[in-house]
């Protein structure tokens, strides 16, 4: 069953991160499910904000993140290790050996193997956050991905590494392989929030809400959890009542 909610970007950042700290005060050791890219950004910041002040503590948690680009070491500047260290953990009193991102280089296909393992024996995740992609796809789960999916290698598509090019130099620098959590690791979560801002959001929001349940579209798979609730903005949600 889908919840959808409507607000400006900074209001849709204050919801989801309100969820997140009623979930940590409710558990303080919750098990939480991470995304990168820019629409957690502002959660993100609530977050490191509500530690500050000592509404939350991050000291039990335990996150598992989405993905990780293959190729790209933790400490290159566009690794989500890196990203998630920049943006969130480094700002919070969180024990980083209970941060776990998937490895991009190394070991990678093996960690990867056990990582729906790994995020059982921790008790399964209590929340996740999701971006969604221009072609629907949620993690790195591109469309055609079984449903039945677990934790893989994933190769992007054409439109998800212009999507990302913004973040490099150049469209060359992206890679092209990325190792995520399947559809069926990401359903394997108790609740699920979903975030999507902007117009280029629009056609997949639409296709999300209204469209089929389809492989072509693997973010419609969420139709199908019974706890997801979707913030969009004004633009994202433009094409759903057309």
Do not use: C
Request: zero cysteines.
């Amino acid at each position: 069953m889908l919840k959808i909610i409507v607000g400006s970007g900074e209001e849709i950042s204050r919801l989801i991160a309100e969820q997140f700290i009623l979930q940590i005060q409710k558990k303080p050791d919750s098990v939480l499910g991470l995304a990168t890219g820019t629409s957690p950004l502002g959660v993100y910041r609530n977050l490191i904000e509500a530690n500050k002040k000592k509404v939350v503590s991050f000291s039990k948690v335990t996150t598992f993140n989405l993905d990780e680009y293959i190729g790209l070491e933790g400490t290159h500047n566009q690794s989500y290790r890196y990203f998630m260290n920049v943006n969130l953990f480094d700002h919070i009193d969180i024990d980083k050996k209970n941060t776990f991102v998937l490895k991009g280089v190394g070991d990678y296909l093996a960690y990867a193997n056990n990582y729906d393992n790994l995020i059982e024996e921790h008790g399964g995740i209590d929340l996740q956050i999701l971006g969604i992609g221009s072609n629907g796809h949620i993690a790195f789960n591109e469309p055609d991905t079984p449903f039945d999916s677990l934790t893989h290698i994933a190769d992007l598509n054409e439109s998800t590494i212009k999507d990302n090019s913004r973040l490099f130099s150049s469209i060359k620098e992206v890679p092209t392989k990325a190792v995520t959590m399947g559809l069926k690791s990401i359903m394997n979560a108790r609740k699920i929030v979903l975030i999507a801002m902007g117009k280029s959001k629009a056609e997949a929001v639409k296709n999300l809400i209204k469209g089929k349940i389809s492989k072509r579209v693997p973010s419609s798979i969420l139709r199908n959890h019974p706890d997801v609730t979707i913030y969009v903005d004004q633009d994202a949600y433009s094409l759903v009542n057309k």
